[in-house]
């Protein structure tokens, strides 16, 4: 029998969850809205998005198994379209803060059970818990600030790749690239957790192109990327067990001063971190100068080599790229990896440019895309609990070829 395409897709997809299908709108189809659109409709969700694009809308009808309106987000026929009234919940995505909140506001009125806006000025985050009671939103997602984070994690542990924590941050999942010297290199895994006796566990790895979930005869070759979970002082003490350990970073330079930097430049500042921030824009650097008083704020071209030499780049203790040109970005930290900086971190927006960029030797890639998506999934896998399923975190790791979950474990008798 010929099933339609989006029929077929649904009846091949694995159902990854229990409990019930929940009902979601999406509105605004541009790089957050295609990515969630795609994990929640490959979780059996019953997902409609919404745009004023058709150029967008054909995108999404064409590759992903969803419901496809077009139109505005605020207009009322178009939500009803939707099936607003019984929408479990409302995702607005679109480029316009002010959209995204009135759109929410909007849904809310019409029925729907919780709303989410993707809210990106920094006026509006000083005031989230006024904006999430006035206007009855559920979740506000910042992505710069959320990138800023996440890069944070990682400054403030320089030998990992990439952070993630679960249990109220009383655990972390701890990304590494293993090194010929490294010890448990050419040694079961079983040997090295009955040597050191560390309450961590080795979660993942990754050899290649091949994802492996290890036991304790795995044995960890130079280049696998490593994921291990525990407590930060037990994880602390495996990295020391190592050699591997490094404090803090002390100093970092920006390349870049947009919404990340100044975020990232305000939380790093304020824990003692000496920051320098290098923008191309004279009246951006001048905002900045006012914004970030305890920065340093330098006019000129950051992916200038003659600049960089001059700034004494190669002397910090990281370099983050954050300029709005992922091919910038690339350049910037490959130049900065070659002058042996300890800890180079790229923003990158095109996920096709993410394995290149680990190839050439620059492990920490970040995503504000990515880490936007991943929250608000998150937030759904919540309110799923309430309907049967009882996940409460999840991270996608190895290039999402592996997820970590948390999950409550209960029994429906209790």
């Not at 799923?384 to 429906?412: M, P, Q, Y």
């Amino acid at each position: 029998m010929n099933l339609p395409a989006a029929q077929r897709r649904r009846s091949l997809r694995r159902r990854a969850w229990q409990g019930d299908v929940m009902k979601i709108i999406i509105v605004g189809i541009g790089k957050v809205g295609y990515t969630l659109a795609k994990h929640l409709s490959a979780e059996d969700n019953d997902v409609a998005v919404i745009d004023k694009s058709q150029e967008a809308i054909d995108w999404a009808g064409d590759s992903l198994d969803v419901m496809c309106l077009k139109g505005s987000g605020l207009s009322t026929s178009v939500l009803l379209g939707a099936n607003v009234r019984e929408t479990d919940l409302i995702i607005a995505t679109t480029p316009s803060d002010e959209i995204n909140m009135l759109c929410c506001l909007t849904a809310k009125r019409l029925g729907a059970k919780n709303t989410v806006a993707r809210i990106r000025d920094p006026e509006y985050a000083k005031e989230v818990s006024v904006l999430k009671r006035e206007l009855g939103l559920n979740m506000i997602i910042n992505p710069e600030l959320e990138a800023a984070n996440e890069i944070g994690r990682v400054l403030r542990f320089p030998t990992a790749i990439n952070v993630e924590t679960f249990a109220n941050r009383r655990v972390e999942l701890i990304a590494f690239r293993v090194k010929a010297e490294d010890k448990i290199v050419g040694r079961r895994l079983a040997d090295v957790m009955g040597g050191i006796r560390l309450p961590i566990l080795f979660c993942t790895a990754v050899r290649g192109e091949e994802v492996i979930i290890p036991d304790g005869t795995f044995v960890p070759q130079e280049g696998d990327l490593m994921y291990i979970a525990g407590k930060p002082s037990a994880i602390t003490d495996f990295f020391k067990y190592e050699g591997k350990y490094q404090k803090q970073v002390k100093n970092a330079v920006l390349i870049g001063g947009g919404r990340i930097a100044y975020y990232l430049g305000l939380g790093m500042s304020q824990m003692g971190i000496k920051i320098k921030i290098i923008e191309q824009s004279k009246r951006r650097c001048e905002e900045l100068d006012e914004l970030l008083p305890n920065c340093v704020i330098i006019h000129g071209d950051g992916t200038d080599e003659e600049l960089l030499a001059e700034e004494h780049v190669g002397a910090a203790g990281a370099v983050v790229t954050l300029t709005g040109k992922d091919e910038e970005n690339l350049l910037t930290a490959l130049f900065a990896s070659h002058m042996k900086v300890p800890k180079v971190i790229a923003k990158i927006n095109r996920g096709n440019y993410e394995g290149i960029i680990k190839t050439l030797g620059v492990d920490s890639v970040v995503s504000p895309k990515n880490v936007t998506s991943a929250q608000i999934i998150r937030y759904v896998r919540a309110l799923r609990n309430t309907i049967g399923c009882n996940v409460e975190t999840l991270h996608r790791i190895a290039d999402g070829k592996a997820e970590a979950l948390e999950f409550n474990n209960f029994s429906e008798s209790q």
